[in-house]
Nanobody, 113 residues
Framework: VQLVESGGGLVRPGGSLRLSCAASGFTFSSAAMMWHRQAPGKERELVARISSAGGYINYADSVKGRFTISRDNAEKRVYLQMNSMVAEDTAVYYC???????WGKGTQVTVSS
């Protein structure tokens, strides 16, 4: 089981980024997927979760209305579209699959002017 995140970087406040997580080694279409993040000095927190078929989605209150999680089961990818970003979104973002208790290595997102 492997998860590989990409798409992080430096963005100005108010800007957008799209993260991608490529999955392999398991039946992706049967697995709920999550994005978490960990800011410096803080605990890792759940950002968004999507069910296996994409019909059930939920978000942390801090990102509701700004972030959108989606998935492409044919491509075995899960995405996180981040809009209207603020400094508090600065963190390492991780992809996670509950069924296999597996984390990606993370991608750094920095929001700064």
């Amino acid at each position: 089981v492997q998860l590989v995140e990409s798409g992080g970087g430096l963005v100005r406040p108010g800007g957008s980024l799209r993260l991608s997580c490529a999955a392999s080694g398991f039946t992706f279409s049967s697995a709920a997927m999550m994005w978490h993040r960990q800011a410096p000095g803080k605990e890792r927190e759940l950002v968004a979760r999507i069910s296996s078929a994409g019909g059930y989605i939920n978000y942390a209150d801090s990102v509701k209305g700004r972030f959108t999680i989606s998935r492409d089961n044919a491509e075995k990818r899960v995405y996180l579209q981040m809009n209207s970003m603020v400094a508090e979104d600065t963190a390492v973002y991780y992809c996670y699959v509950t069924s296999y208790d597996t984390w990606g290595k993370g991608t750094q997102v920095t929001v700064s002017s």
